[in-house]
């Protein structure tokens, strides 16, 4: 019985790249548009702008494994969750990526997370389609996942919860939990160091476990 709860973003936290960046790196086509600088603008949301460039995507399926293993999922991440889970923590993943390669990714690692992300299929000639997940309890129009909203529902049972992250959508769930509980690297790290707000850093995921395990 989990009495403790870490919720995780998972591109450049439990990985350390992320696919949104090696994909716009290595599989799109020369002139794509700039769909951040739409982002930026508020003309997309953060999922339209991330769902354009996956969906421009033009691999074979051994391309874009390739590209899952460029990621570098956390090597120790079955153990450590696995340490986690014998001292009551149960491990959450919250991402406003999309499940197609988070769970192939796992798979592959022989782990077993819950994840809230948004769904998706990949074909080579279509890219990777995701949907907003309109049935989650978490469903954000913005982001697809609503973030806080998970973190939230571990507080509301009102037992401890922790939070990792590195990017700007991760900072107002970050922002729930307490400075002790909080892992931040990246630009998450900056905007909370910016605002004035504590928080322990992590080289990689694993180093959160044991930070939470050394309680
Ligand atoms: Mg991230």
Known sequence: MSSKLLVSDFDGTMTRNEFYRLAIEQLLPSDCPDFWQDY???????????????????????????????MELEPRLSASVDALADAGWKVVIASAGCDWY??????????????HANPGEFAPT???????????PYF????????????????????KVAFAGDG???ADAAKLVPEELRFAR??????????????????????????????
């Not at 954000?140 to 037992?159: M, N, P, T, W, Y």
Request: charged share 25%.
């Open 40 to 70: 930026r603008e508020g003309k997309l949301t953060h999922f339209e702008a991330l769902d354009r460039y996956f969906r421009s995507i033009r691999a074979s399926d051994q391309q874009i494994l390739g590209l899952l293993k460029q």
């Open 102 to 115: 988070i769970d192939r990714l796992l798979d592959q690692a022989g782990v077993e997370i819950e994840v």
């Open 126 to 136: 279509t890219g990777l389609k995701m949907r907003l997940p309109i049935d989650s």
């Open 140 to 159: 954000s129009h913005e982001f697809g996942i609503d973030k806080a909203g998970v973190v939230r529902a571990g507080l509301r049972q009102g037992i």
């Open 168 to 170: 700007l959508p991760d």
């Open 186 to 215: 990246g630009a998450l790290a900056s905007l909370l160091a910016d605002e004035g707000l504590s928080f322990r850093t992590y080289g990689c995921w694993a180093e959160v476990a044991e930070n939470l395990l050394a309680g």
